[in-house]
């Protein structure tokens, strides 16, 4: 069984700050995605990567941006946070059979 | 594009009772239709999932039909538990064409003791 480890799972940070989303798995699966979650419990992909030094924007526009440097990786960055960003951001792996535990980021 | 559309959005059942999520989608090249259970503080889990060349699919308590002309598929939990008691999400893609998954809503359910 896959496992996809998301850290931290809790974040509170001030506007302003820049932070960092780990995702990571181990299973060398090429295609990773990252949803936001709203508390309306809608999933919304705001990126996706087929693979090393590929990556896509998703269906919802989002002002975070990600990097695909290894296969294992794929953090997730907002250069600087917003109340707006306040919401959960889960991790997903080969063709989203996969979902990490998942970041609930709180802005203030 | 695909379009999903997830009912109902709530569903409380007693322990014992079966449950039913429906799920419809617009795209007919769609093939591939999974469903995903979310608990409390969890990410979703896939639970079962469909091909289009399949009518019906069972896993224990668990089972999803499919019907291709209506374009809708539904996900049927029986004797339920309180355990049962979560988020489920059903998607649709087109897997040989490379789509991503496009989700439903999501449903809530409860299962009361």
């Known amino acids: 069984e896959a496992d996809i480890y998301q850290t931290p799972r809790y974040l509170v940070i001030g506007t302003g700050k820049k932070i960092t989303l780990e995702c990571s798995q181990t299973m060398g699966h090429d295609k990773m995605y990252w949803y936001q979650q709203d508390p309306g419990m809608e999933l919304h992909l705001i990126h996706y990567s087929y693979g090393v030094n590929s990556t896509e924007k998703g269906d919802l526009s989002s002002e975070s941006t990600v990097s695909r440097i290894r296969t294992e990786h794929f953090p997730l960055t907002l250069e600087s946070a917003r109340p707006s960003h306040t919401s959960q951001y889960l991790c997903?792996?080969?063709?989203?059979?996969?979902f990490g535990p998942g970041t609930r980021l709180t802005v203030t | 594009g695909e379009n999903v559309e997830q009912h109902p959005s709530t569903l409380s059942v007693q322990e014992g009772d079966s449950a039913v999520i429906k799920c419809t989608y617009s795209d007919s090249a769609s093939n591939y239709f999974p469903w995903y259970k979310q608990e409390l503080g969890k990410g979703p889990q896939l639970i079962i999932d469909i091909r289009s060349n399949v009518g019906e699919k069972k896993d224990q308590r668990i089972a999803v039909t499919l019907n291709k002309t209506a374009k809708h598929f539904s996900l049927h939990i029986t004797e339920t538990q309180p355990e049962d008691s979560a988020v489920y999400f059903c998607a649709a893609s087109n897997r040989e064409g490379f789509q991503k998954l496009v989700f439903g809503t999501g449903t809530r359910l409860l299962v009361s003791p």
């Open positions: 997903a792996s080969i063709a989203e059979q996969y």
